[in-house]
């Protein structure tokens, strides 16, 4: 009865011209449902709702300068914002990109800080801080950044660049972009460091990774106080400057305390060296000091390019020992990108598989000169894999060990020891005691394993 009612009215409309252009109830056959649709509720069409939209999300915004999330004019303003003594928290600063024109930045005292870059660019090309020391007549005034004290500094992602320059300064322009004088460590990951003379100074402990460093005058080198600066992947270039009374550049400055205990340097791993102009001479070591110290330097798997033939200048300050342990030297794969022949200063392949042949091996072992033998730095060991993981950094693996394997079943042996001391005199000493029996017996257990 429905169908008919439908065939009606439809004739009715063509009939009355009210379908124009329709012929036939074929032809609009498909516009009349010929069954319920699933989506009824007693004849009645309930509408498909439409999906809910996803909302876009809103882009954090961030001040240029921030100091865990608190913004602040300057970087200045962030640094004596944190606490100098008995505080070992962390404290980040975050930069937008841009360019930060700021002199004399230092922090001394007991904190972590990390100096962030909002970028991925390489090198932190478009994160810079430009600027020089606020006393450029002595060291620990001349700094761009300075950090002193106990904590350590960790930079991400940006730029340290020296304005202070021999067009404008004439005779000596030292002008380090950073110098640490702290116990803690130096960490610089995608970074660049420009300058001219004494690019960098480092102490204590400190690995450049993933860096670009120029500079023409002893542009890399260690305070007496440093045991080891790692600079893995880094680029190093040897700059020319036409206003300079001589044109010979010197990479490196490496300088020493003298001590039993003596860590590695200034070793530059798995890097190049490049010359920026032809018309100058690039040397890989000079020392300015003639006695009172260690000249510690190593190139491992170093490709340099337009360095000297004879790749030293002048002479280091001579040892007892052999340059290969304590003086300037580098492996076979980078004395052969030189095409340097040797003056007795280039490592065998075991030393470099067991010394060199990674982070963990080149931070973390140093040379006992009353033992005659390498072995692990124990009293300053630093958990380099931790820090990696703790700050996501994407770096090659690394599969050298700070311990060999004889020296891992002397460890367990001293360990076994003072758990024996602790197991069986628990009972009897005082705490402060039986700590002494501890240290006592780790000493010298040492002198003998």
Same mark, same amino acid.
């Given at each position: 009865?429905?169908?008919?009612? #439908?065939?009606?009215?439809?004739?009715?409309?063509?009939?009355? =011209?009210?379908?124009?252009?329709?012929?036939?109830?074929? &032809?609009?056959?498909?516009?009349?449902?010929?069954?319920?649709?699933?989506?009824?509720?007693?004849?009645?069409?309930?509408?498909?709702?439409?999906?809910?939209?996803?909302?876009?999300?809103?882009?954090?915004?961030?001040?240029?300068?921030?100091?865990?999330?608190?913004?602040?004019?300057?970087?200045?303003?962030?640094?004596?914002?944190?606490?100098?003594? =008995?505080?070992?928290?962390?404290?980040?600063? +975050?930069?937008?990109?841009?360019?930060?024109?700021?002199?004399?930045?230092?922090?001394? =005292?007991?904190? *972590?800080?990390?100096?962030?870059?909002?970028?991925? *660019?390489?090198?932190?090309?478009?994160?810079?801080? /430009?600027?020089?020391?606020?006393?450029? =007549?002595?060291?620990?005034?001349?700094?761009?950044?300075?950090?002193?004290?106990?904590?350590?500094?960790?930079?991400?992602?940006?730029?340290?660049?020296?304005?202070?320059? +021999?067009?404008?300064?004439?005779?000596?322009?030292?002008?380090?972009?950073?110098?640490?004088?702290?116990?803690?460590?130096?960490?610089?990951? %995608?970074?660049?460091? &420009?300058?001219?003379?004494? *690019?960098?100074?480092?102490?204590?402990?400190? !690995?450049?990774?993933?860096?670009?460093?120029?500079?023409?005058?002893?542009?890399?080198?260690?305070?007496?106080?440093?045991? #080891?600066?790692?600079?893995?992947?880094?680029?190093?270039?040897?700059?020319?400057?036409?206003?300079?009374?001589?044109?010979?550049?010197?990479?490196?400055?490496?300088?020493?305390?003298?001590?039993?205990?003596?860590?590695?340097?200034?070793?530059?791993?798995?890097?190049?060296?490049?010359?920026?102009?032809?018309?100058?001479?690039?040397?890989?070591?000079?020392?300015?000091?003639?006695?009172?110290?260690? $000249?510690?330097?190593?190139?491992?798997?170093?490709?340099?390019?337009?360095?000297?033939?004879?790749? !030293?200048?002048? %002479?280091?300050?001579? *040892?007892?020992?052999?340059?290969?342990?304590?003086? !300037?030297?580098?492996? /076979?794969?980078?004395?052969?990108? @030189?095409?340097?022949?040797? %003056?007795?200063?280039?490592?065998?392949?075991?030393?470099?598989?067991?010394?060199?042949?990674?982070?963990?091996?080149?931070?973390?072992?140093?040379?006992?000169?009353? &033992?005659?033998?390498?072995?692990?730095?124990?009293?300053?060991? !630093?958990?380099?894999?931790?820090?990696?993981?703790? %700050? $996501?950094?994407?770096?090659?693996?690394?599969?050298?060990?700070?311990?060999?394997?004889?020296?891992?079943?002397?460890?367990?042996?001293?360990?076994?020891?003072?758990?024996?001391?602790?197991?069986?005199? #628990?009972?009897?000493?005082?705490?402060?005691?039986?700590?002494? @029996?501890?240290?006592?017996?780790?000493?010298?257990?040492?002198?003998?394993?």
């Amino acid at each position: 009865m429905k169908k008919k009612i #439908v065939s009606k009215t439809l004739a009715i409309l063509l009939a009355g =011209g009210a379908l124009v252009g329709v012929t036939s109830c074929d &032809k609009i056959s498909g516009i009349i449902p010929t069954e319920t649709p699933s989506n009824t509720t007693g004849g009645v069409v309930t509408p498909t709702p439409n999906p809910t939209p996803t909302p876009t999300p809103t882009p954090e915004v961030h001040a240029a300068i921030e100091l865990n999330g608190v913004e602040y004019k300057s970087i200045k303003e962030a640094l004596a914002a944190i606490p100098t003594s =008995g505080d070992t928290a962390t404290y980040t600063i +975050r930069l937008e990109k841009g360019t930060y024109n700021e002199n004399g930045l230092s922090y001394n =005292g007991s904190a *972590t800080i990390k100096i962030v870059g909002a970028t991925d *660019t390489k090198y932190g090309a478009d994160v810079i801080i /430009k600027g020089h020391g606020s006393d450029m =007549g002595k060291m620990r005034g001349r700094e761009l950044l300075e950090i002193q004290g106990t904590g350590n500094i960790i930079l991400e992602n940006i730029t340290l660049e020296s304005d202070w320059s +021999r067009a404008d300064h004439k005779g000596d322009v030292q002008a380090e972009v950073l110098g640490t004088d702290t116990k803690g460590n130096t960490v610089a990951y %995608n970074c660049s460091f &420009k300058s001219h003379q004494d *690019t960098l100074r480092t102490a204590g402990k400190a !690995w450049f990774y993933g860096c670009y460093i120029e500079g023409d005058t002893d542009f890399i080198w260690m305070e007496a106080a440093g045991s #080891v600066a790692l600079y893995e992947k880094c680029e190093i270039v040897s700059l020319y400057d036409e206003n300079a009374t001589t044109h010979a550049s010197y990479l490196t400055a490496p300088r020493m305390a003298v001590s039993s205990k003596v860590g590695k340097g200034l070793v530059i791993y798995n890097s190049t060296v490049k010359e920026a102009n032809k018309e100058q001479a690039t040397y890989l070591a000079r020392t300015p000091w003639s006695s009172g110290y260690y $000249n510690q330097v190593a190139y491992i798997n170093t490709t340099c390019e337009g360095v000297e033939a004879n790749p !030293w200048y002048k %002479n280091q300050i001579a *040892t007892e020992y052999p340059k290969t342990i304590i003086g !300037w030297k580098m492996d /076979k794969a980078t004395a052969d990108s @030189i095409g340097y022949e040797g %003056n007795n200063d280039i490592l065998d392949a075991d030393t470099v598989s067991k010394e060199y042949s990674g982070r963990k091996a080149i931070l973390n072992r140093i040379y006992n000169t009353g &033992k005659g033998k390498y072995e692990k730095d124990i009293a300053n060991s !630093w958990d380099i894999d931790g820090l990696i993981a703790e %700050n $996501n950094f994407l770096v090659d693996d690394d599969s050298s060990s700070d311990v060999l394997s004889g020296e891992l079943a002397n460890q367990q042996f001293m360990n076994l020891m003072v758990l024996k001391i602790n197991q069986h005199y #628990v009972q009897v000493l005082h705490v402060k005691e039986k700590k002494i @029996i501890i240290v006592v017996v780790k000493a010298l257990l040492l002198q003998f394993l």
